[in-house]
Structures are given as structure tokens and as C-alpha cells.
């Protein structure tokens, strides 16, 4: 066997004479302290190394300290560099433990005895300064090669000392590519720890599985929050409480003009909350949020009546303007909304009272002028209503018409709204933030830092670990601030994330396929779909252009082992290996590769965003969203007062918390990127990057069109405003 130079170990190199003659003089150089991350303005070339690497002995090293930490480090921080053929010495870079601050850069001159070849890997050690161990964020370490090219090498996570960390040159390369024994090793070694810290666990049989933690600080410190994070969520959480803990134990039945409810909403409350407040009650704007409300998800086109909604021409004739149902049908302007994944689903125990919800069917009409309006709500899915034979004859289950008594509808249309708030648990909830976290936890566990889907994709992944385990711990459980207030429990809510995890499928995940399957290419004025389709197609884009610049071939994608296992763990681990999802299970050619990752990346930005964007505009007017009503559906008209709804609608204490929860996660974060806008350099090849800085021009574009049409809007649709969109889902 033929002995390679790179296999001799620390103790022969001094043999080699590789003397580091200087690394003194460690001055903080530019040192930014202010809380903004500055752009770093360098060019890094593509190529490894050129000619330059055989002979070049002075490097100049810049190791830049991340400001996502408390403080810096006093730890004695060293590196060691990894040549093709030879390995240096190790390198102090603070001599005597000399602070290093926090989003500070240090730039340390190295002379060396003899050239290192291509670099390889940059090793780095951190020891602490007695027992003291600080662990300290490194974002990245620059290596400028004779006063020439400059060589980055970038990380972006936590240094401690019980492990050694290697940071790997920015160009982006596949495992058949990572040729050099000991890149091949430290890529092993990298998913072998990467595999440790990140386990799967299952929470729930039947839904997608997620990681083992039960509080963010049992995650590895690498996707825990921020010191900033961290510091704005406590302060948005401080912050919503203080403004309702004046109502928290309020049993107060609100009243009929819901007066001092916008208090709850002080200095948030925009142009949209004014308007839903004006608004809530009336039937365009009723059907109007099945389009561009925070779950435009349900509402599709209607061919054929459901056989369980047997609604008359007699019954609509009044809201068709002259026109017949079945005319309408044909021409494609009757539309249904059907929350049958609701049914039979019981009700939570709110402040010592039972609560109700039901599982309504819809029926719209999308009449002349444009409007989306409900002419027929039924609360039941069954034809007759539950207790149908309590009284020894069948009951049949009320179709309610805009014609009937005002509150009568009223009412029917609240049951409607409290389904849609519900349904927010499989709409956001499930399809964004669980999903979510099944691509960050396949990313991190199967994805080594140079392959280019990982430098693609870990952008998109920030801290979406940290704020689902908040959620799951904080917010949703019964007892936590939503769970112990919304009509959904412990039980109903694993039901129905059951029921909805069993339905998934790849067709819905992809928005031009979600509008197709529901029929909603041509309904009018749909701002969801119009924007959306816009922000998938930019999405794609970047995809296509980041992706195809590294799989040029059906090889390149099936010999991608690392590609593979990321896959097939979403499959199984996401989508229970279920084969009716349509998920697939490996990848054969680049272009699947392309839609699959877009349709990742479309999910955890834009789609996350137009549900939580408008979740918070919409859901903060209480009646237009409740969390749970305390009566249960009404079985005959006739008979409903503004009285009774008030009676149904939460009273004033449960009320509060849900809104400030709601409030909470709307509030502006520091440490958050609008899309495409990232705060990490990982790729250090030109073409992607010029792919990204197209993305953001294109996505720029959009948001001016988006203003500009919104402008001429009574109600502007902003929720899917690229401005708007955050690159990962993390509050
Ligand atoms: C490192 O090399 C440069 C260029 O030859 C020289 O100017 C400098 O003095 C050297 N530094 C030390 C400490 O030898
Ligand atoms: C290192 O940087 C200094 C100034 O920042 C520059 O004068 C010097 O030429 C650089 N040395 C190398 C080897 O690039
Ligand atoms: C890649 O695979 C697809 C599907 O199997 C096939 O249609 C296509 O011709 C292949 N491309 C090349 C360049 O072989
Ligand atoms: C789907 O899975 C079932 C059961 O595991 C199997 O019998 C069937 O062949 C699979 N279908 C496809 C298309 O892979």
C-alpha cells in the first residue's frame, strides 16, 4: 500500500519543520459590536486552490466570531490546517486566552516553512481557560493565500471543547466528489455526530415523527434560539401578558358592540384588523376569507351537491340573482367548503365549562360582481342532526340560508369561523411547522455542511426545531397558553392531526397542484393563489438554479447515497412511509430533485406565511375567529338572538390568552430574515451566488407589483408580500 503523506500524525510533523513562525499580534480587527450582522463585502473564488496553494507560505487567517452569543470566549482557540499533503502546526489565535468578543473578526498572519497544498480542512480547537469553558459561535474563518485569492471556510455553529470541529471550504461538493481520505473522513465523522444529536422521536403515533427534545434546552445549542431570539420572544411574551392579564380570569360574557376588545390589540392593530372589525358580519367578506383569509386551503370549485347537503333550488333561489344553482354549477361559480375532517371531533373544557365545535358544509356562490357568497350553511355532516331520534322521529339537520332570521345565519356563520380557527391545526400547524421539522431534522441528520442541498436548505431551517418545541411544550399542550383556551384538547387535537397526517399528499404540498385539484385556476380575485403561484414560480427559479449547477446528470442524482437517505427519511419519518402520498421514496433525475425542493422551501417560507400573516390580521377580531363557542350547534332556526351568540362566543378571559398568543408570534423579531435575505455565506462558488442575488431581485420585483396592486385594493392582500415572508418558520 502506497503511505500518504496526509496519514502522519502530529509527532512526525515536527520532523517536517512546519514551522507557523508567526501568529502573535492578534488584534481585533473591524470589530463589529453593534447588533446588525454587516455584510461582509469579499469575493471568494470558486476553485479550491489554484497554482498559488503548491507555492504560497503566507497566509493571512480572519476568524469571525458570531454575535448569536451572550459573550465572546476566552478559551485559547487554535487551528490546525489540513493540506493535500501536509498539515501545519497548530496556530494560536488568542494568545493567553485574550478575550474574543462576540461579532468581532480577528485576522492572524501565518508564515509557513513549507506550502500545505490544497486545503482541505481547517481543524479547530477551543480550550477553556481553567475549568471555564465558554462555548462561542464561529461563523466563519477566511484564508488569504499570498495576498491573493481568499479561501472561505464557513461554519455557522457552536464551538466547544469536548469536540474537535472541522470547517470545510465553501465550494459545494458531493461525497463521490470529496476525494481527499481525510475530507472523507471528517464528512463520516460529521453525520455520525450530526445522527447523535439529532434524534428522531415519536410523538404521537400517526403523525409525522419529530426530535427528541421537550424543552429548546434540550436541543443542541446549533438550533436552539439565539441570545437575541431568545430575548425578543421572552420580551413579546412579557409583553402580550401584561396586556391582558387584567381579563385573564374574567368569566364576563363580552358585549353586543364587543366593547374594549381591540384593546387587547394596543399599537398592533392595522388597516385589515380595522377592517375585519367593521366587517365580520357581513356575507361577501364571509366568503371572501375562504380565498385571501388565514386558511384559503379549504374552499374548492363544486361540481355535484355532496349527497349529505342536499340543498334546493327552492331553498337559494333568492341569493342566484335570477340564475338557477344548477346553471351556476355548470358555469363553474358554485364552490363548497367542507370541514369534514371535523366531524365527530368533541369539544375541549374550557374555564370549567364544556365547549362545542361542528363540522360545517359550505356552499358559494361567486356571483357577478365578483363577491364569494354563502348561500347555504349546514352544521352536521350527517342529514339529520345528532340526537335525531331522541324524540322517536328523524331530525333533519337545518340548511341555513342568508334568508333567514339574521342571527340565525349569524350564528351558523360563527360555527363556520370556529371550524376554519380549528382547521388552523392542520393548515398550520401540520403542513407547516411539523413538516418543517421533518426537512430540518432529514437536512441535519443526512446532509453533510459541503453538500450544496444542505448550503441550499439550512437557511430555511432556522430555528424551526427551537419554536415547535416551544410550541409543543408552551402553547399547544392542554395547560399551555392555547391549549387550556381553544376548543381543541389534548385528544381532538391528536385526532384530528391524525386524521389530516393519513390525508397528506405530495399533489397538495404543490401549490399549482392544490389550485388545480380544487378547481381554482380561474375564481376571481383570489389573491392567495395569484401571489403564491407568483413567490412557487421565484422559488423554483432558485431551485433549479442552485441544484442544476451541481446534478448534471440522472447519475449524479441516483449516486448521491447522502441525497437518497435524505429522502427516504422524509418519507418515512414525515409521511410514515405511507406510498398513497405520492412522497417519493428516491430520486431518480435532477428535475425531481428541483419540484421536491421547491416544494420544501415554498412550504416552510410562503406558504407558512400566508396562514400565519394573515392568522394574526383576521383572528385577532375575536368573532370572526373564535377558539371555541360554549353552546353547542344550534339544531333548529328560528329561535337565535345576538343574546345567545354573545352567550356562545368566549367570554372575556378566554379570550384574552389565545389573542395573546396570537399577538406574540406577530410580533418583529431581530435576529429574522425576509426571504432570500441570508445572514450566512455557505456557498462560495459564483454561480449559485448569482442565483441568489437573483432570487432577491426577482422576489423584490414581486413586492413592488404586490404594493402597487394593493394600492387600488379596498382590502390589500399582504401576507404573501416577499417582504413578508421569513426563510424559515421560527416563532
Ligand atoms: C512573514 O513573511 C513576510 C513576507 O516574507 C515577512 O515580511 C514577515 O516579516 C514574516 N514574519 C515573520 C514573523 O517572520
Ligand atoms: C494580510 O493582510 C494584510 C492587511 O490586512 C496585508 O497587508 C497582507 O499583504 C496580507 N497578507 C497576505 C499573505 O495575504
Ligand atoms: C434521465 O432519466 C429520465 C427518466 O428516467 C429519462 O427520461 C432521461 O432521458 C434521462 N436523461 C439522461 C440524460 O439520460
Ligand atoms: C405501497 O405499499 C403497499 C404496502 O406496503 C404495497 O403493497 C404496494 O405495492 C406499494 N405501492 C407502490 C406503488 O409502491
Not at 462561542?136 to 471556510?153: H, R, S
Request: with cysteine; net charge negative.
Amino acid at each position: 500500500m502506497r503511505r500518504l503523506p496526509y496519514v502522519l500524525h502530529f509527532s512526525n510533523m515536527l520532523a517536517l519543520h512546519i514551522l507557523v513562525i508567526l501568529c502573535l499580534h492578534l488584534s481585533p480587527s473591524s470589530a463589529n459590536h453593534d447588533d446588525q450582522h454587516v455584510p461582509i463585502e469579499t469575493k471568494f473564488t470558486a476553485d479550491i486552490l489554484t497554482n498559488t496553494a503548491a507555492t504560497c507560505l503566507h497566509y493571512n487567517l480572519t476568524l469571525y466570531i458570531g454575535d448569536g452569543s451572550r459573550e465572546g470566549t476566552r478559551n485559547l482557540v487554535s487551528v490546525v490546517l489540513h493540506g493535500v499533503g501536509l498539515v501545519s502546526e497548530p496556530i494560536e489565535l488568542n494568545a493567553r486566552h485574550t478575550r474574543l468578543e462576540r461579532g468581532s473578526i480577528y485576522q492572524v498572519p501565518v508564515n509557513l516553512s513549507a506550502p500545505l497544498g490544497e486545503l482541505i480542512t481547517i481543524e479547530l480547537h477551543s480550550q477553556p481557560l481553567l475549568r471555564i469553558d465558554d462555548t462561542w459561535l464561529c461563523d466563519k474563518i477566511t484564508v488569504q493565500l499570498c495576498e491573493g485569492e481568499e479561501l472561505l471556510f464557513p461554519f455557522y455553529r457552536w464551538v466547544n471543547h469536548q469536540q474537535t470541529q472541522f470547517l470545510r471550504p465553501a465550494t459545494a461538493i458531493f461525497e463521490s466528489q470529496d476525494v481527499n481520505p481525510i475530507g472523507q473522513k471528517q464528512r463520516r465523522m460529521e453525520l455520525e455526530q450530526s445522527r447523535k444529536k439529532y434524534r428522531w422521536s415519536i410523538y404521537e403515533d400517526g403523525l409525522p415523527a419529530t426530535v427528541a427534545a421537550e424543552k429548546s434546552h434540550d436541543l443542541p445549542k446549533d438550533v436552539q434560539y439565539s441570545a437575541k431570539m431568545a430575548k425578543d420572544h421572552a420580551s413579546a411574551i412579557q409583553h402580550a401578558e401584561e396586556t391582558i392579564k387584567h381579563l385573564l380570569t374574567s368569566t364576563e360574557q363580552w358585549d353586543h358592540k364587543f366593547s374594549g376588545l381591540e384593546h387587547l390589540m394596543p399599537g398592533a392593530r392595522s388597516q385589515i384588523y380595522e377592517y375585519v372589525k367593521e366587517h365580520w358580519a357581513e356575507d361577501s367578506f364571509f366568503g371572501y376569507q375562504f380565498l385571501n383569509g388565514f386558511n384559503p386551503m379549504v374552499i374548492q370549485r363544486c361540481s355535484e351537491l355532496p349527497k349529505n347537503f342536499p340543498v334546493t333550488e327552492e331553498m337559494v333561489r333568492d341569493s342566484m340573482g335570477g340564475s338557477t344553482l344548477e346553471q351556476e354549477m355548470k358555469d363553474g361559480n358554485i364552490f363548497l367548503v367542507d370541514y369534514r375532517i371535523l366531524d365527530g371531533l368533541v369539544g375541549n373544557i374550557v374555564h370549567d365549562e364544556q365547549t362545542y365545535l361542528a363540522a360545517p358544509l359550505v356552499l358559494l356562490y361567486a356571483n357577478p360582481k365578483g363577491q364569494m357568497m354563502p348561500i347555504a350553511i349546514q352544521l352536521t355532516q350527517e342529514v339529520t342532526v345528532p340526537d335525531a331520534c331522541v324524540k322517536g322521529e328523524l331530525k333533519q339537520s337545518p340548511i341555513f340560508l342568508p334568508t333567514d332570521g339574521k342571527y340565525d345565519w349569524l350564528l351558523a356563520k360563527t360555527f363556520v369561523r370556529l371550524a376554519d380557527s380549528v382547521h388552523l391545526m392542520v393548515t398550520l400547524w401540520l403542513r407547516t411547522y411539523l413538516l418543517g421539522e421533518v426537512f430540518s431534522m432529514a437536512t441535519l441528520r443526512n446532509l453533510p455542511s459541503t453538500h450544496p442541498l444542505y448550503k441550499l436548505l439550512i437557511p430555511h431551517t432556522r430555528y424551526n426545531l427551537a419554536v415547535n418545541v416551544i410550541g409543543r411544550s408552551m402553547v399547544m399542550n392542554e395547560g399551555g397558553h392555547l391549549g387550556k383556551y381553544s376548543t381543541v384538547g389534548d385528544e381532538t387535537r391528536t385526532e384530528l392531526l391524525k386524521r389530516a397526517t393519513a390525508s397528506l399528499t405530495y399533489g397538495t404540498l404543490c401549490l399549482p397542484c392544490n389550485i388545480f385539484v380544487r378547481g381554482l385556476q380561474t375564481v376571481p380575485n383570489y389573491y392567495y393563489r395569484d401571489d403564491g403561484l407568483k413567490v412557487f414560480n421565484i422559488i423554483n427559479k432558485y431551485v433549479d438554479g442552485v441544484l442544476t449547477h451541481y446534478y448534471t446528470s440522472n447519475d449524479s442524482v441516483v449516486e448521491d447515497a447522502e441525497l437518497q437517505n435524505w429522502i427516504s427519511e422524509i418519507f418515512t419519518k414525515g409521511f410514515l412511509g405511507n406510498n398513497q402520498t405520492g412522497i417519493p421514496q428516491f430520486f431518480t433525475t435532477p428535475p425531481e430533485v428541483v419540484k421536491f425542493v421547491t416544494m420544501v422551501i415554498f412550504t416552510i417560507t410562503a406558504q407558512h406565511a400566508a396562514v400565519q400573516n394573515a392568522k394574526f390580521e383576521f383572528g385577532g377580531w375575536m368573532p370572526n375567529a373564535p377558539f371555541a363557542l360554549r353552546r353547542p350547534p344550534p339544531t333548529e332556526k328560528g329561535h337565535a338572538t345576538m343574546e345567545q351568540i354573545l352567550e356562545a362566543l368566549p367570554d372575556k378571559g378566554s379570550t384574552a390568552m389565545p389573542i395573546a398568543v396570537l399577538k406574540h408570534s406577530s410580533e418583529d423579531y431581530s435576529d429574522v430574515y425576509p426571504l432570500g435575505h441570508f445572514p450566512e455565506q455557505l456557498f462560495g462558488e459564483e454561480a449559485p451566488l448569482k442565483v441568489i442575488e437573483a432570487f432577491r431581485s426577482d422576489l423584490k420585483v414581486l413586492s413592488d407589483a404586490i404594493d402597487e396592486r394593493n394600492a387600488q385594493l379596498e382590502l390589500p392582500y399582504t401576507p404573501l408580500n416577499p417582504r413578508d415572508i421569513i426563510n424559515s418558520i421560527c416563532k
